[in-house]
């Protein structure tokens, strides 16, 4: 089974960057803060899922195979 890393997508990365350089007193701040935490939110939630889903899958699961049944 490949276990792929998810990464920070290239928007999430922009909206990293530009957070960092707008100043609170420009006309646009608003829009981009709001906009950054929705994406950061989508991403922490791809997060999530993905820690559940390698929760159920990779670690606890067993093949029930009753041989004996044959």
């Not at 920070?8 to 957070?19: D, F, P, Q, R």
């Not at 997060?47 to 093949?63: A, G, I, K, M, Q």
């Amino acid at each position: 089974m490949a276990i792929m890393i998810r990464e920070k997508s290239l928007k999430l990365l922009w909206l990293e960057a530009l957070m960092r350089h707008l100043l609170q007193e420009d006309s646009e701040f608003h829009y981009y803060h709001e906009r950054f935490h929705r994406v950061e939110a989508g991403y922490a939630g791809e997060r999530n899922v993905d820690s559940e889903w390698l929760e159920l899958v990779y670690p606890h699961t067993f093949l029930y195979c009753p041989i004996y049944f044959l």
